[in-house]
T-cell receptor
């Protein structure tokens, strides 16, 4: 089975702290994504990566950065956490179009619920 | 403009009845894909069903079927014989390839919360 693992299910941080959310997948997927989920807003794409050391901004990148030093790991970084970043963060991965699957199906981690006080 | 519209924030269905969750989409691409995911209260996103834009038959997976009406740009999810375990958030999503280079992205709707009543 595809496994996408997020490092923390629940985090509580203070305003101004630097926050790292880690995501690891074990299926050799090329593509990795970070989404934010808020009630009534659905899932919104923050950043994504199609290859090691590359990153692309999604729809709401402000206040976030990412790092992909290894193919299996994609980290989301909040340089200075703010209360409006309190949310559920979902990591996902998928094969590239030329890979095993051509549907683009995303495989998700269990989510990290971040509270910023 | 929203690319994926789910007009039902919440729905109720009686156990063992069928229910339809609405989804409309907006794209000018010829090649795209449509997905439905389920999110129980535990939070994990569970893939349910996929429909490609060139697929002529509606997709089915067990009790789930996707009513794909391409001209109307709708991709409604039909759940037959609802069960209590179907109570969850349901998200419709569309696959796009903005760069044209095969780098797929999924855009999600705001979701529909389904509650199954015993």
């Amino acid at each position: 089975d595809v496994k996408v693992t997020q490092s923390s299910r629940y985090l509580v941080k203070r305003t101004g702290e630097k926050v790292f959310l880690e995501c690891v997948q074990d299926m050799d997927h090329e593509n990795m994504f970070w989404y934010r989920q808020d009630p009534g807003l659905g899932l919104r794409l923050i950043y994504f990566s199609y290859d090691v050391k590359m990153k692309e901004k999604g729809d709401i990148p402000e206040g976030y950065s990412v790092s992909r030093e290894k193919k299996e790991r994609f980290s989301l970084i909040l340089e200075s956490a703010s209360t409006n970043q309190t949310s559920m963060y979902l990591c996902a991965s998928s094969f590239s179009r030329g890979g095993h699957s051509n549907t683009g199906e995303l495989f998700f981690g269990e989510g990290s619920r971040l509270t910023v006080l | 403009a929203q690319k994926i519209t789910q007009t039902q924030p919440g729905m109720f269905v009686q156990e063992k009845e069928a229910v339809t969750l609405d989804c409309t989409y907006d794209t000018s691409d010829q090649s795209y894909g449509l997905f439905w995911y389920k999110q129980p209260s535990s939070g994990e996103m569970i893939f349910l069903i996929y429909q490609g834009s060139y697929d002529e038959q509606n997709a089915t997976e067990g009790r789930y079927s996707l009513n794909f009406q391409k001209a109307r740009k709708s991709a409604n999810l039909v759940i037959s014989a609802s069960q209590l375990g179907d109570s969850a958030m349901y998200f419709c999503a569309m696959r796009e390839d903005p760069s044209g280079a095969g780098s797929y992205q999924l855009t999600f709707g705001k979701g529909t919360k389904l509650s199954v009543i015993p």
